[in-house]
């Protein structure tokens, strides 16, 4: 938490603790006790977040080479970093900071000219025409840049992209993967949920990993998701986003309960 509250410069948006594996493997094929930290800086309405999930025991995950960078403008980041004494390297010009489990964080050094100081997240892809027919023709997303090994996508201008790169090989994710989430309409969900399924008539082989579920936060609003997989396996989530907004009000106070749990935790390791 340390990288992504005072080197990133992030807010604790809201911390939740769950007593047993979530139904739609929001923290990864594990049973156990695990919390999800959401981090950010605004609020989940209006600004790209990270989800930080922690299952208790599990101490590393093994990288794949699936995820690349996250993109993000910022004239404090650097700053901070060298003042902590983080590591601060430089790739084709821009500042590198690199979060605890080795995730890359691209830093312009410039202030945003958006809301949302987050740019983008870089994924890879093993083939980009199939990544491209995907996330445009089934998901809908707009393509707002495209070069020979590259495309950048999203449904909003405003809103932070996602860039694929083309790496020529296998996607392997190992253990540490993540998932891009997004919440739509409630009644956009069925749509989605069709739109994946006729294109398997086409036998395209798009993966509906958990179908429509309600997942439930203890104290908090339920939510319904369906996860889905590209070609060439992303986890991608759509959340409805009537009960998301109930969800993700910012619970700043929870963030004592975070620092309790890492202080616990701690005290267990030695």
Known sequence: MKF???????????????SDGCEAACNGPYANRWSKTMVGYGPEDSHFVIELTYNYGKKEYKAGNDFKSITIYSKEVIDRARAN??????????????????YKYHIVNESSTNSDP?????????NLEHTIAYWKDIL?????????KSVLMGYGKDQAKIEFQDIGTEVNHAE??????????????TAIQKAVKESNIHNQGNKILTDLITLDTPGKASVRVIILADPDG??????????????SVPDYPSEAILNRYIEKEEATQG
């Open 4 to 18: 992504y509250r005072e080197i990133l410069g992030m807010k604790v948006l809201r911390h939740e603790e769950f």
């Open 85 to 102: 004494g983080w590591p601060v390297q430089e790739e084709n010009g821009k500042f590198v900071v690199e979060a605890p489990g080795g």
């Open 118 to 126: 987050v740019e983008k997240v870089t994924l890879c892809s093993s």
């Open 140 to 148: 809908k997303l707009k393509i707002f840049d495209r070069k020979d």
């Open 176 to 189: 540490a993967y993540g998932r891009i989430a997004f919440s739509v309409p409630f009644s956009e969900q």
């Open 234 to 247: 992303h986890e991608i989530c759509f959340v409805d986003d009537e009960g998301f907004r109930q969800l």
